[in-house]
């Protein structure tokens, strides 16, 4: 049986590899094919579908929107959606031009106690969607902490003097855009361990009346004991239940390919989505 990777991250927003990095590692580890999901952003597509048929797996091109809803931060993937649409990526523009104001604000805070700039933050691919991953990776460069996951803990965390919001498109609302983008929306990893606690049931329901298709609940970062009320509700709600490894190159302790999807649920989004290869 074929397995699918549907969540990873190139250097264009807070991955370490190329998308066509991604493609032959897709291929090394025996994975049937892979979705480039970079934040906010389709830059990577091109060079992704390309190596993908170099390398002789399949190729689905994603896309992972920061949202919010009710105050609490939800990330939704979106499979396939149609690149000139316009409601959608001009919305997604208003994310990419706050996150690098917020990028550049933290950097401002950061500066006056630990020796970082915002050259050494954005570093060679400054069209990437900047993010803290990046900021995390100069305080690292710079040998102030070992690893992204130290720099997030001590100074990077929402309880930081340094740490500053961001703008979010409202989780209903992209859910919606997705779909009239041609897209398949998928909740990402909603019981991760990062989050005080797991998506409700209720937001599920919520979710799945704007138009949802699935939730990723095979994830690494999902916790085991907030996953059994998740599956119920999703089963009750008719959601297509997927899996991934949220690959970020060295960026993350995540491996490409080691949680999956299955050939069925590849094809299910492939014959759903406006852009299915």
């Not at 074929?2 to 549907?6: I, N, Q, S, T, V």
């Given at each position: 049986m074929?397995?699918?990777?549907?969540h990873t991250h190139s250097v264009h927003s807070d991955g370490t590899t190329r998308p066509a990095e991604i493609a032959r590692e897709a291929a090394a580890v025996g994975l049937g094919g892979f979705a480039l999901t970079d934040h906010d952003t389709v830059d990577g597509w091109s060079e992704a579908r390309d190596a993908a048929r170099e390398a002789g797996v399949e190729f689905l091109p994603g896309i992972e929107i920061t949202t919010k809803h009710r105050w609490h931060s939800r990330h939704l993937l979106g499979y396939g959606i149609d690149p000139a649409a316009g409601e959608l990526f001009d919305a997604l523009a208003e994310v990419r031009s706050s996150r690098v104001s917020r990028a550049r604000e933290m950097v401002r805070r950061l500066s006056a106690d630990y020796r970082i700039t915002w050259e050494e933050v954005v570093g060679a691919e400054d069209a990437r969607t900047v993010g803290r991953p990046h900021i995390?990776?100069?305080?690292?460069?710079?040998?102030?902490?070992?690893?992204?996951?130290?720099?997030?803990?001590?100074?990077?965390?929402?309880?930081?003097?340094?740490?500053?919001?961001?703008?979010?498109?409202?989780?209903?609302?992209?859910?919606?855009?997705?779909r009239s983008a041609g897209g398949v929306p998928v909740l990402a990893h909603p019981a991760a361990l990062r989050q005080q606690a797991p998506v409700a049931p209720v937001e599920l329901q919520e979710f799945r009346a704007a138009g949802l298709w699935g939730a990723e609940l095979d994830h690494p970062e999902n916790r085991a004991d907030w996953l059994p009320l998740l599956r119920e509700a999703a089963s009750e709600l008719e959601l297509a239940v997927t899996g991934a490894s949220d690959y970020h190159g060295a960026g993350k302790a995540n491996r490409l390919g080691?949680?999956?999807?299955?050939e069925e649920i590849w094809e299910a989004i492939r014959g759903l989505a406006a852009v299915p290869r």
């Open positions: 074929r397995r699918f990777d549907l995390a990776d100069a305080l690292v460069a710079a040998g102030y902490f070992a690893d992204r996951g130290t720099a997030f803990a001590e100074v990077l965390h929402p309880g930081s003097p340094y740490y500053l919001g961001t703008y979010a498109i409202d989780t209903v609302e992209a859910i919606r855009m997705v080691e949680r999956s999807s299955s």
